[in-house]
T-cell receptor, first 111, second 111 residues
Framework: DVKVTQSSRYLVKRTGEKVFLECVQD?????MFWYRQDPGLGLRLIYF???????EKGDIPEGYSVSREKKERFSLILESASTNQTSMYLC??????????FGPGTRLTVL | EDQVTQSPEALRLQEGESSSLNCSYT??????LFWYRQDPGKGPEFLFT?????EEKEKERLKATLTKKESFLHITAPKPEDSATYLC????????????WGLGTSLAVNP
């Protein structure tokens, strides 16, 4: 079974802090994704990566950056956290860019 | 514009009362349609991928079907443990990584 893990289930940060969310997958998948999920807005793609050191912007990349130095690890970075970045953050991975397998999510609160 | 619409937004059933959830889509070329189940506070769990009209897939009490305009997730004799939000997503043939997501149907099954 595919296993996708995320570094934290719950995180509380202050406005202006730099925040790192980490995601690790164990199935040698090329593609990895970061989403945020908000009530009424559904899943929105922030960034994705199709290979090590490769990345593409999703639909809402503003205020975020990503890093993929190793195939199994994909990090989401909030350079200066703001209250409107309070959300559920979900990481996913896929082999062929189709069936995406998700991690448990990180509930981030920015105060 | 590619779009996915799920209906109803919410559905309440009695245990054993079969029903269907709808996912209507507009996409220039369908590469795949995906169903996921999401429990509160958790990441989506992959259920099915459908690739072409007429295709059907089953898993326990769930059966997914696909036409050229919509997909149905049929739930036969549901149990309380089937309570969850069911998400639908499609992939455009011209973009082999990004998924377009619906907002989901929240299903509650009463004992």
């Amino acid at each position: 079974d595919v296993k996708v893990t995320q570094s934290s289930r719950y995180l509380v940060k202050r406005t202006g802090e730099k925040v790192f969310l980490e995601c690790v997958q164990d199935m040698d998948h090329e593609n990895m994704f970061w989403y945020r999920q908000d009530p009424g807005l559904g899943l929105r793609l922030i960034y994705f990566s199709y290979d090590v050191k490769m990345k593409e912007k999703g639909d809402i990349p503003e205020g975020y950056s990503v890093s993929r130095e190793k195939k199994e690890r994909f990090s989401l970075i909030l350079e200066s956290a703001s209250t409107n970045q309070t959300s559920m953050y979900l990481c996913a991975s896929s082999l062929l860019g189709r069936d995406q397998f998700f991690g448990p999510g990180t509930r981030l609160t920015v105060l | 514009e590619d779009q996915v619409t799920q209906s109803p937004e919410a559905l309440r059933l009695q245990e054993g009362e079969s029903s269907s959830l709808n996912c209507s889509y507009t996409v220039s070329g369908l590469r795949g349609l995906f169903w996921y189940r999401q429990d509160p506070g958790k990441g989506p769990e992959f259920l099915f991928t459908l690739y072409s009209a007429g295709e059907e897939k089953e898993k326990e009490r769930l059966k997914a079907t696909l036409t050229k305009k919509e997909s149905f997730l049929h739930i036969t004799a549901p149990k309380p443990e089937d309570s969850a939000t069911y998400l639908c997503a499609v992939q455009n043939a011209g973009n082999n990584r990004k998924l377009i997501w619906g907002l989901g149907t929240s299903l509650a099954v009463n004992p």
